[in-house]
């Protein structure tokens, strides 16, 4: 019973700094309507920024409490320059480029933390005053967790009274129902987003500064924090401050209890199981409200022609060409390169299916290319099949994964549909990161090797290349076919495509299934290329991966995914060669691309080549 | 000669929150004929022809097509048993060309929706084009439906709701928007189109002009209910109607 109640304690300790996170982002999406990627960037910098600060400061003792205020303010200010140089431009924009900028940013900040700070774990000072424990029931429980037991609900209560009884806090909750409102009363919006944009910084940041003397700091502290505290908006209701209360203190006690009850395999996936449930019987959250959903013309994507590369038949003819006769001349390496890019193009190209054709905004595109090398992986090794047919099967157990999340995932749409794409990704993550007797866990599956009559780098890259070019022909011709044009109908205008008798689930569920079945393909390449398998290829990174492959060959172009997965593999293969720091220059390309080429770069030669042919003709 | 009606609606209601924008309407459609829905602003004439072509449900009530129950049913089966629609606010694919807007419709009445395989390009064009004759818009065929003026983007709307042949249009005013001459222009074509297939035709508009030249019987509805029914002229000289809606008219 004591241990219950100290776990029970341990559980809403955590739900405090979950609160703090999740209101704060919760804000920032009420208003702006922007699913803030680097909130849990801002958590981290503001960790490690107070952790130096406790150090650096001339303080003595108090220096302590000094760096826990002035790092979350350090971190607002940075906040706000971040919404002021580049969120402000793409407030309009289709959601799929706001959620894109603020990864950016996550990759970036994510990149400064490891060049000032290091890879290496960090632990926090102890809080003078508040170290040691007390006991509680014959059980001892951390004196700090004690204070913030005592200060969460200190901080609900000021953030509830800002809420309801200052003018800008009713500001707030006026532009999260009905913004347009706002904007006809004559309130300054752009200073608006900005403040709200600060505040909810400065919640992150204080939750990051406080949790300091916690946890060890390490620099995947943002992606863990990010993913925990949208299951926790999505779970209370997006734009709900309360309702972050009330999914944090949820979440918060579920993993404490589920850590005590259940098999190992599911500590992770157990939240995402709740946030999946919660999503799929109330899609706007327990305390959110359902809203009509203003999507601009063509969805969360926005509009595109689509589908149709007119490249002259020469640019074809050389590719295919230089595709058969190079790999022989080419080291080794190069020739494993070539397989990866091809892996990588499946996977994109069926992403670009979902996102461009489709409208319909997947971020977690991953799990369906990690399954399938998964497939792959324990066809060949568990069920003792031959590896040409673990090969040839490994998509079907990607396209099934695909049909099954995809049920649920087309029942709704825009940044729900993100979240929920989002959570079934991290549910095959968990579990496949944790069912050590099956999948291997964390430590992946090793000695996954083509047979032997396929095993030299040509053999290999003959056979990617066969089924790479059979899947992107696939995909090609599904997006040109009756089937293609009319999911780009029901992206284009749901209820007109419904009015012309299509079904709009299970539309766009075959279209899943297809995208599925492309990027499990992608991911068995993948994992014979490799000889192994990890859940990395399932995580969130990677699913953000694909989207900036899709991103940087234009999102409604086919062809423009293979091209970004190329320039996108070069580009990591180029650049880390100079530098370390390579997701920061991703996160640069990534922010560039989005706020000056947001058709991408294929859709950009796309339209020069257009001009200069109507100039010339 | 007793003919059974195509449309048969009995008593159907619909409230939003507290409010009862549908109480109780019923009606009775024959075959071929082309009638009105007027009313007042937020007399509940959207709200009625969203319950008939499935985008809401009924709160009570019934809707009977051929005989058959359509109420409850989702959009798609009901445009699939033969009653087509277009918007308020015109409604067309924006990133497809005109002639691929028609195209989707009539590969979807063929049931080919779900073809994974063939080329959309030359597949039921024919078919595609001569729709797009019918409303005048073969010239704009291969343009992209983004570029078309408003009044184009209503003729292509009535060329998508004609491509399942439909026994049953419900057109939402077809004309809003549109320069008087293009009002009478468009809802002549509408006309002209469905009297040779014996079409019926229900729509609601506000421009009396065009109401009074193409409808054969009018219903006023207000505040939810169906105040009148009966020929235009009929329509016009009741003293409830006069009172409540047509004021200073005719």
């Known amino acids: ?617 | 000669m007793v003919e059974t009606p195509l449309l048969e609606v009995r008593d159907v209601w619909k409230a939003f929150g507290g409010v009862q924008a549908v109480a109780g309407v019923s009606l009775t459609l024959p075959r071929g004929e082309v009638r009105a829905l007027i009313g007042p602003n937020g007399a509940g004439k959207t709200t009625l022809l969203n319950l008939l072509t499935g985008q809401l449900a009924c709160d009570g009530g019934v809707v009977l097509f051929k005989r058959e129950r359509i109420s409850g049913l989702p959009p798609e089966r009901i445009w699939r048993r033969g009653i087509s629609r277009t918007f308020q606010v015109t409604a067309t694919f924006a990133s497809l060309t005109v002639l691929e807007n028609v195209q989707v419709a009539i590969l979807s009445h063929q049931g080919r929706s779900r073809d994974l395989f063939s080329r959309t390009g030359r597949l039921a064009r024919e078919a595609a084009l001569d729709f797009l004759k019918r409303v005048g818009l073969e010239d704009q065929a291969e343009n992209v439906c983004a570029s078309l003026s408003f009044g184009d983007l209503k003729r292509l709307e009535l060329a998508i709701a004609l491509a399942n042949e439909p026994e049953l249009l419900v057109l939402d005013e077809p004309t809003a928007g549109m320069a008087p001459q293009e009002r009478m222009d468009l809802m002549a074509l509408a006309v002209t189109i469905v009297r040779d297939r014996a079409v019926s035709v229900l729509f609601t508009e506000h421009d009396m002009d065009v109401v009074f030249a193409a409808a054969e019987r009018i219903m006023v509805l207000h505040q939810g209910r169906v105040i009148a029914e009966g020929t235009p002229r009929a329509v016009r000289d009741d003293p409830q109607v006069q009172a409540i809606y047509l004021g200073g008219l005719g």
């Open chain 1, 1 to 617: 019973m004591a241990l219950l109640i100290v776990q029970l304690l341990t559980g809403l300790a955590n739900a405090m700094f979950l609160f703090l996170v999740a209101s704060g982002l919760s804000l920032i999406f009420g208003v702006t309507r922007i699913v803030n990627f680097a909130h849990g960037s801002f958590y981290m910098l503001a960790a490690y920024l107070a952790s130096t600060l406790v150090t650096a400061l001339p303080l003595g003792p108090s220096s302590f409490y000094a760096a826990v205020i002035l790092a979350p303010l350090g971190v607002a200010l940075l906040g706000g320059l971040i919404e002021v140089c580049l969120l402000r431009r793409i407030y309009r924009a289709p959601a799929l480029y706001q959620l894109l900028l603020t990864f950016a940013v996550v990759l970036v900040i994510g990149d400064a933390v490891k060049f000032f700070w290091g890879t290496e774990n960090r632990t926090g000072p102890s809080p003078p005053g508040l170290s040691g424990s007390v006991p509680i029931l014959g059980q001892l429980f951390p004196t700090y967790d004690l204070a913030i037991l005592l200060l969460g609900p200190l901080f609900a209560l000021s953030l509830w009274a800002m809420l309801h009884r200052t003018r800008w806090g009713i500001l707030i909750r006026a532009a999260t129902s009905d913004r347009e409102m706002v904007g006809a009363l004559g309130v300054n919006q752009t200073w608006l987003f900005t403040g709200v944009f600060v505040l909810g910084t400065w919640l992150a940041g204080l939750a990051g500064a406080l949790q300091m003397p916690r946890v060890a700091l390490t620099t995947v502290m943002d992606s863990t924090v990010i993913v925990e505290t949208f299951v926790v908006v999505v779970i209370g209701g997006m734009g709900s401050a309360f309702g972050a209360l009330l999914g944090a203190v949820l979440i918060g006690v579920l993993q404490a209890f589920g850590i005590l009850w259940l098999p190992r395999e599911f500590h992770l996936a157990i939240v995402f199981i709740l946030m999946a449930a919660v999503l799929i019987l109330r899609p706007w959250g327990l305390l959110g409200r359902p809203e009509a959903e203003t999507l601009p013309p063509g969805g969360a994507v926005g509009l595109g022609a689509g589908g149709r590369l007119r490249a002259p038949g020469w640019v074809w003819a050389g590719v295919l060409l230089m595709a058969v006769a190079l790999p022989p001349l080419l080291p080794a390496y190069y020739v494993w390169v070539l397989v990866e890019i091809l892996a990588l193009a499946l996977f994109a190209a069926s992403l670009q299916l979902l996102v461009g054709t489709g409208g319909m905004l997947s971020f977690g595109h991953a799990a369906y290319f990690g399954l399938g090398a998964y497939g792959a992986a324990l066809l060949m090794k568990r069920a003792a099949l031959p590896m040409p047919a673990a090969f040839a099967l490994a998509p079907l157990v990607a396209a099934a994964a695909a049909l099954l999340f995809g049920a649920f995932c087309v029942r709704l749409s825009g940044v729900y549909f993100a979240m929920l794409t989002l959570a079934f990704a991290q549910i095959a993550f968990a579990i496949v990161h944790q069912w050590y007797d099956f999948t291997g866990g964390d430590n992946g599956i090793l000695g996954v090797w083509p047979s032997a009559s396929l095993a030299t780098p040509v053999r290999y890259y003959t056979l990617a290349l066969l089924a790479a070019a059979v899947g992107l022909g696939f995909l090609w011709r599904v997006t040109g076919s009756p089937f293609g044009y009319t999911l780009r109908a029901a992206r284009d205008h749901p209820r007109r495509c419904q009015a012309i008798g299509v079904n709009l689930r299970a539309h766009r569920l075959l279209a899943f299934g297809v995208a599925g079945l492309c990027a499990g393909l992608g991911g068995a390449i993948f994992a014979f290329s490799k000889g192994s398998v990890f859940p990395d290829y399932l995580s969130m990174p990677m699913s953000v991966q694909s989207l900036v492959m899709v991103l940087i060959g234009g999102i409604h172009a086919l062809a423009g995914a293979s091209v970004g997965a190329a320039v996108y593999k070069l580009l990591d293969i180029v650049i880390t060669k100079y530098t370390g720091y390579w997701q920061a220059v991703l996160g640069g390309v990534l922010a560039c691309l989005v706020v000056a080429f947001p058709h991408g770069l294929v859709g950009f030669v796309q339209a020069r080549w257009t001009r200069m042919r109507t100039s010339l003709g």
